[in-house]
């Protein structure tokens, strides 16, 4: 194992100038495969038996190029796994306090709620019997961002932010409800505690707040720069619902199976747009459909659970010791039913989704693909199934 891992440092630590800069390397991946809950400077830097300002330097301070190990680690993940798809996903890393860079109340999919915690968005290479990250990012929440804070006219620079943000309310006693403003400091204050906080945390400049599947799609253009390109990609809902992210998805030739929610929209499969009359006043509007869209819960109830079809994808992992002590044995295999749709062009053919299909589960969680054959004359868009056995 020990002459495994040097090869494997060697090859990822390679393009470090210095021969002291490849050792801490190696001496920093030790102390990450070696046994113990904490990973930090100090608990590490005591089972190697050195210094932890050695490991401290080389992260923080030490001049190499981190991109080049990340393209060498990604490369050899690649390599090594073989994957079957790759997997867009974002992790969260509880905090106690507010010095670590990027950390603020927000969700975390991981604790299942809301939490003082950091967010990483990643791009994993992924088998049934394997998982290899290839690419992250740390979110950068807008209270990190000083470009979104709003000036006096209440006009925010970053627009990320901007088409974001909503008011906050909360209920009376009678139920109804009324708006809650949080008590914030004023602007120039917030602008200054947000400065004063990246600076301390070394947060580079052109780090900014951007919604985690624009982070995704840079991770696949950056992976795509190196030469790596995924066989699939799937994510859950939160970036499959996104509009923009399936379309950049789709424009990067990348075939993809993402969860969607049943509250996404869809047309008919003979939708088609159509030219509404310019008035002459203000701009010109764009080609829309001439009926609502309906959403695919709506869509695939319509259709019925006989337009579905069962796929099966593998056998359930062994009961664990907390099943059997509840007494619930989980089934042998992970099947649900699909009904497949094709995606057409949109009323604004910029944001298409072209040559896509898409399916997904009932009630509130489905999938989207592109690159697989759709149904006959299927709505266009993300549609969930109605399964008659939820798996």
């Known amino acids: 194992m020990r002459e495994r891992l040097e090869d494997f440092a060697a090859g990822v630590f390679a393009g470090l100038p210095r021969s002291d800069q490849r050792a801490t390397g190696l001496r920093y991946l030790r102390g990450l495969m070696l046994d113990g809950r904490r990973k930090s400077m100090q608990p590490m830097a005591q089972r190697l038996g050195v210094d932890h300002q050695q490991l401290q330097q ?85 209270s990190w961002d000083e470009t979104c804070v709003p000036d006096a006219d209440g006009k925010i620079t970053n627009p990320h932010a901007r088409r974001l943000r909503q008011q906050p309310t909360t209920r009376d006693q009678a139920g109804a ?56 990609l799937t994510a859950d809902a939160g970036y499959g619902q996104v509009a923009e992210f399936r379309q950049g998805l ?65 056998d359930r992992a062994p009961a664990t010791g907390a099943d059997r002590a509840s007494g619930q044995q989980p089934g042998r295999e992970l099947a649900g039913h699909f009904l497949a749709l094709r995606s057409g062009q949109r009323a604004v053919s910029s944001n298409a989704d072209h040559n896509a299909a898409t399916t997904a589960s009932y009630p509130s969680a489905g999938y989207s693909c592109n690159g697989h054959p759709a149904a006959t004359n299927p709505p266009t868009t993300g549609c969930p199934t109605y399964p008659p056995t939820h798996p």
């Open 58 to 142: 080389f992260l923080t301070s030490s001049t190499w190029d981190v991109t080049d190990v990340r393209r060498r680690s990604a490369t050899a993940a690649v390599d090594l796994v073989d994957p079957q798809v790759w997997v867009v996903d974002d992790t969260g890393f509880p905090k106690d306090g507010k010095a670590s860079a990027c950390v603020a109340r927000q969700y975390s999919g991981t604790l299942g709620k809301v939490a003082n915690c950091q967010i990483a968005v990643s791009v994993h290479a992924a088998t049934d019997t394997a998982s290899a990250v290839l690419d992250w990012r740390l979110f950068v929440p807008e």
């Open 250 to 314: 789709t424009e990067r030739g990348i075939s993809y199976i993402v969860a969607t929610t049943s509250s996404t929209t869809a047309q008919p499969g003979d939708a088609r747009p159509v030219h509404v009359p310019y008035a002459g006043v203000g701009r010109r509007p764009t080609p829309r459909y001439p009926t609502p869209a309906r959403s695919i819960k709506a869509i695939a109830l319509i259709h019925g659970a006989d337009a579905t079809r069962l796929v099966r994808w593998r």
């Open 177 to 232: 409800k009324k708006p809650y403003t949080r008590r914030q400091a004023p602007p120039a204050e917030q602008i200054d505690q947000i400065r004063s906080r990246r600076a301390a945390s070394k947060l580079p400049d052109g780090e900014r707040y951007r919604p985690k599947w624009m982070m995704a799609l840079e991770m696949l253009d950056e992976l795509a720069g190196w030469g790596l390109r995924p066989p699939l």
